[in-house]
């Protein structure tokens, strides 16, 4: 029984390890999307002409 109690208590160190690391990664703008905005521009005419036509 005290093994599964181990277990337990280092599943959850090693959970909240990676919430720490996701939030300190999202935090310093890992998950940042640069490319998209700028590539939408070129879109943008496309969906504007799709949309008069109907």
Same mark, same amino acid.
């Given at each position: 029984? =005290?093994?599964? +109690?181990?277990?337990? =208590?280092? =599943?959850?160190?090693?959970?909240?390890? !990676?919430? +720490?690391? !996701?939030?300190?990664?999202?935090? #310093?703008?890992? !998950?940042?999307? #640069? +490319? @998209?905005? #700028?590539?939408?521009?070129?879109?943008?005419?496309? @969906?504007?002409? =799709?949309? @008069?036509?109907?």
């Amino acid at each position: 029984m =005290s093994v599964i +109690y181990l277990l337990i =208590s280092i =599943s959850v160190l090693v959970a909240l390890l !990676f919430l +720490y690391v !996701f939030i300190k990664a999202v935090r #310093s703008g890992q !998950f940042d999307d #640069s +490319y @998209t905005p #700028s590539v939408r521009m070129l879109f943008d005419d496309e @969906t504007k002409k =799709s949309e @008069t036509k109907n």
